[in-house]
Structure formats: C-alpha cells, structure tokens
C-alpha cells in the first residue's frame, strides 16, 4: 500500500476538486468518499461528518456512511442528551485542540474511560478509529472519522491518505454547507416558495406574479390588554407557541404562512384550477380546524400560568392575489397583495369584533360549492359592497360543519 497511496490520494483529491461539488449534500459525498477508498484499497469500514450548521432548531448535522449499508444524515438537536454525548465524544477534543484523535480500539481496553462511541465500535467488531478536523475558510473547524474493521487497523500509508483529503474534503463540505444555510435562513424567514426565487435569482424589486389562491388571516384574542401586562419573556413563549400551533397546522396542509404581523399570522393556498380552488379551501377548513385543535392542546398543558389561555379568529378568502417582493433598495419583503388580501383582512377584523372563531367570504362558499351556515352582510371598511360570510362549525368532531353534504365525507377522509 505504500506505493498505492500517493496515487488513491491523488485520485479522491481530483475528484474533491471536480466532481464532488456538483453532489447534491454532504452524505452524498461520504458515501462517494467512502466507496472510492474502498476502491482504492484503504479499508474504510465507517465514514462520518460533523458539521455545526446555522438552523433555528437544529444544532449539527452528521452524514454517515458504513459498509453494511447505512446511509444516514443525522440532525442534532440542542437538548441534555445531545450535549452530553458531545461532551464525552473525540468530536469535542478535536474542536478544542483542533488535533486528530486516534484509537485503535482493537489494541485499547474497554473501560469506563473510553469515549461512549469507542464502546460501542468495539461491540460491533471495529478495531481502528480516527477523527480528523476539516479547517473552515472562516477558522472553525469541523470533524471527519473513519473507521475500520480490518484486522490491523489502518496502517501509516492509510493515515496519510486521509490527512491528504482533510482540506479538499472541508472545501467541498463548507460549500454544501454554505449553499444549505442560505436555503434554511430563507425558507425560515421568507419562506420556501420565496426563498427558491430569491436563491435561483429570478426576482427583482418589484417582480412578482399574479397568482390565485386561498388567503388565510388569524390573530389572537386580546393580544393588545394581554401585551400592556405581560413580562416581554411571557408574552414572547406565548407567541412562539400560538404561531408554532398555526404555522404547523398550515403546512400540513399544503398551505405558506408568509408573514407574522404583531399577532396576526397570513398564510396563502395557492391554486390554479377549479378542482385545485376546492382542495386548496378545504385544505386551509381543515388547517384552521387543526389550529383550534392544536391551540386547545396547548390550553390543557397549562405550561406557564402567568399565560392566559390562547383564543384566536380565523378569516378565509380566495381570489387573485399578486405575489411578489416590495420595499426599499436595501431591504425587500417578500408578499401577497391586491384586493383579495384587503378584503381576507377586513374579514379578519369583521371576524374579532363579531365575536367569531372563523369567518370564510362568499367565495369561500362558492368555491365549495355550498352557502351552508351564512352569518350575514356586513359593510367593512375600504369596499363599497356588503360583504357576505359564512361562519362553519369547525369543532363537530370528524365533521366540518360549514358544508355538510360536500365535506362530511372528505373530513372524514382527513381524520
């Protein structure tokens, strides 16, 4: 192997180098990483990568390959469990003495000292272990292991192989791991389908697109009394947990929440067919369903008693709405705007001052096809018209009440 190696480090070099990038992640590329070893004859038995990445829940990301066929991308979450598992791992020494960790656990005995993952590479037949640091161009370092079941262990023409691919290798890493930032910060503050037009680079200030779609208003009651005497702490684990409830249950069903506005959350049901409109305003009847479900939960748990129980309103509308980005030159926002959104709002706060969980608009209805459950007509600010509404019973157990001919059976469906 002593003559092999520079020539199996050349090789996974140049493909670090060229090819590599173009892979879609990091476990991509351990498991090509790891195969390519294999080729060339190092004994990689286990190849893994801890990357500390920037996420609103998600502490690291570890790619892992082995040669019984595990492939897996593993998300760390900050909790006591994980941090203690950092704390007795070799990831942590390499971070702190940004020096390799070896054991050949083949030759060490099993004590109590050992690393917890060293005990258990030994159970399962490993008998050499090394971790690495890949140096970050903005000097953190992250971590890369191998390990083998080969009965000598890695010897020093192996080592040296993988001390050759530890740069090229951080390189191709950061680059995905930079690339997944971008992608997380924007879903997670403009939303996918924003983000995906702001990473591919087809938006400008003031591009956008007539869409249609089902725009969803929901607020909490009494936000403002409950603001003025709260503790600032309180009141913000108790918007967390009201725009947790609310942003989960949109999701679910196919449903963007695009913008917090003080305790308004706006969502929006895209569609572009008179079949899609039904599915689209049925999905957005059984997110506000899940909304009150989810909120009544969180009612029950009582987890802070300094905060009140959540009562919210929910406002349906659907039409066309133009989706795009407005703002200053330094500073763009990505929404939804047009008469449809002013009119879902007005709902919103027809809804609060009439005392009512949910208001939905004539379109609503007449996308549904049913005017079950009309409340009345009533003149809301900005528009000449009354407007008509519908309040639907979304707490009948498995039934939404709004429709029962044509929406019994799919909420049934749904349950």
């Given amino acids: 192997m002593v003559l092999e190696a520079p020539l199996v480090a050349a090789d996974v070099v140049q493909w670090l180098y060229s090819d ?54 593993r998300r760390y979450v900050p909790g006591p469990d994980s941090e203690a598992d950092y704390e007795n791992s070799p990831i942590k020494q390499v971070h702190e003495t940004k020096r390799s960790v070896r054991v050949s656990i083949m030759s060490s005995e099993n004590t109590e000292d050992d690393f917890p993952v060293i005990q258990e590479l030994r159970d399962e037949g490993y008998t050499d272990y090394l971790a690495l640091p890949m140096p970050f161009s903005d000097g953190s370092v992250k971590v890369a292991t191998f390990a083998t079941k080969a009965p000598g262990g890695f010897s020093v023409s192996h080592l040296s192989v993988f001390d050759s691919l530890m740069r090229p290798l951080a390189l191709v890493c950061e680059l995905k791991t930079l690339q997944r930032t971008a992608a997380t910060v924007l879903d997670t503050y403009v939303g996918p389908r924003a983000g995906s037009k702001v990473l591919d680079g087809t938006t400008r200030r003031g591009d956008g697109e007539w869409i249609k779609a089902v725009v969803s208003f929901a607020d909490i009651r009494g936000f403002t009394r409950l603001s003025n005497t709260l503790p600032a702490d309180k009141i913000v684990l108790f918007l967390n947990k009201y725009f947790g409830a609310m942003t989960e249950a949109v999701e679910a069903h196919g449903g963007e929440v695009l913008k917090f506005i003080g305790d308004e959350v706006m969502a929006i049901f895209p569609y572009e067919t008179d079949e899609e409109a039904r599915e689209a305003a049925f999905q957005a009847l059984l997110a506000a369903r899940d909304t009150f479900e989810k909120i009544g939960e969180i009612n029950q748990q009582r987890t802070c008693v300094q905060t009140p129980d959540m009562s919210v309103g929910i406002a349906l509308h659907a039409g066309d709405v133009f989706y795009g980005n407005v703002g200053s030159e330094t500073r763009l926002d990505f929404t939804v705007v047009g008469p449809a959104v002013n009119l879902a709002s007005r709902i919103a706060e027809l809804a609060k001052d009439l005392g009512r969980d949910v208001l939905v608009s004539d379109a609503i209805a007449g996308i549904m096809g049913c005017r079950h459950g009309l409340f009345g007509e009533y003149h809301v600010k900005g528009f000449d018209d009354p407007v008509e509404v519908y309040s639907p019973d979304l707490t009948a157990g498995d039934k939404l009440g709004y429709c029962p001919d044509t929406t019994a059976e799919r909420a049934l469906e749904a349950n």
């Fill in 20 to 73: 590599a990038a173009h892979l879609d992640g990091t476990l991509e590329i351990v498991c090509e990483l790891a195969t390519r070893l294999q080729g060339g004859g190092v004994p990689v038995d286990r190849v893994t990568t801890g990357i500390w990445i920037v996420h609103p829940n998600v502490r690291a990301e570890g790619s892992i390959w082995t040669s019984d066929g595990l492939r897996e991308l």
